[in-house]
């Protein structure tokens, strides 16, 4: 076998573009193995991420990114604990890793354990040298480098256990959407993409949203009525009914369509089919809050301009290959090994 070289993985990166939405075996035995065992990986969600990663592998954007990129000719072991709150949500460390010529070492999640595997096996078969690269183990050890991605209490464990070493330790974050009031109907129902797709479980997904006052709910939930089968998958459903008891028995005050519920509240993270909102009389008062809170926001979406890196509506789980996960910056952490 011949060695990797930065040439072949640009090739291989290129065909696996191309290829993510050409139906396999493996691709398809890991489809259905996937949705047996995590109800939340619907067929429509693994498409739907599928569609993604072949979206952001275009041969352009793969051009831009690898200017960036430093192929390492002394390749180190980078550990990768990934998650598993939507389908292939690691993909994006472990092509950063092989991109820069550096092996992977991958603890996968228990939730996701099936995918990635799956699109790495055609990965390899694109470029067998990329073979010696992935290596799948149990727990990290032998590592020089770690990139973790947890929860707030997991992340101080990963602190502590990972911090003799380079390492990315990544903690909950949430996104959040603004809106000006002057948002067409197309506008909101592309915003209703931001936060449902995956059922609102990713970091992407907006889970704030903030309003001007005075802003009529009505206008917004109208917007957002073709999402209105969400409300058929028992996992969420369960989650609407059990969040919606709360605010009954507790007499709070709240919005509801039927499939969800919205509460006045200055938290960012709500629970999952509900969404927290705030009103605000001007955009300075938002941008301020806004970049007070960037260590706990992944994504901005909004049409207005706020003095900030932000998203169009419909557009967080449509991530390029340079939008990295709590804006730091993958590709440079992994160059300077």
Request: proline letters at 2%.
């Amino acid at each position: 076998m011949s060695a990797l070289t930065q040439e072949k993985v640009i090739i291989a990166f290129k065909k696996l573009g191309k290829n993510l939405t050409n139906s396999t075996d493996i691709l398809e035995n890991a489809f259905h193995g996937a949705e047996s065992s995590n109800a939340w990986f619907t067929t429509e969600n693994i498409k739907k991420s599928i569609l993604s990663f072949s979206e952001m592998l275009n041969e352009e954007d793969i051009d831009i990114w690898f200017q960036s990129v430093e192929f390492s000719s002394t390749p180190k072991k980078v550990g990768l604990i990934l998650a598993g709150n939507i389908p292939m949500v690691g993909l994006h460390d472990v092509l950063s890793v092989l991109a820069t010529g550096n092996i992977a070492l991958i603890k996968l999640s228990s939730a996701d354990d099936k995918l990635i595997t799956a699109i790495l096996s055609e990965l390899i078969i694109l470029e067998p040298a990329l073979q010696n690269n992935i290596e799948y183990v149990e727990r990290l050890k032998d590592f020089d480098a770690v990139i973790a991605t947890g929860s707030n209490n997991s992340s101080r464990y990963f602190d502590y256990y990972f911090s003799k070493v380079p390492n990315i330790i990544r903690k909950n974050r949430n996104s959040v959407a603004v809106l000006t009031g002057n948002e067409s109907f197309e506008d909101i129902q592309n915003l209703g993409a931001d936060i449902f797709d995956y059922f609102g479980l990713g970091c992407r997904n907006v889970s704030k949203i903030y309003f001007p006052e005075g802003y009529d709910i009505a206008k917004f939930y109208e917007g957002i009525e073709s999402y209105q089968p969400i409300i058929n998958h028992f996992k969420y459903n369960n989650n609407y009914d059990y969040n919606k008891s709360i605010y009954l028995v507790n007499m709070v005050k709240h919005f509801d369509n039927g499939f969800l519920l919205l509460k006045e509240d200055e938290s960012l993270t709500s629970p999952l089919a509900a969404l927290f909102y705030e009103e605000y009389k001007n955009l300075t008062d938002v941008e301020d809050k806004l970049k007070d809170k960037a260590a706990q926001i992944q994504c901005v979406i909004t049409k207005a301009n706020l003095g900030i890196n932000t998203f169009d509506f419909g557009q967080s789980q449509h991530p390029k290959l340079w939008d990295y996960a709590d804006n730091v910056n993958t590709v440079d952490f992994l160059n300077v090994l």
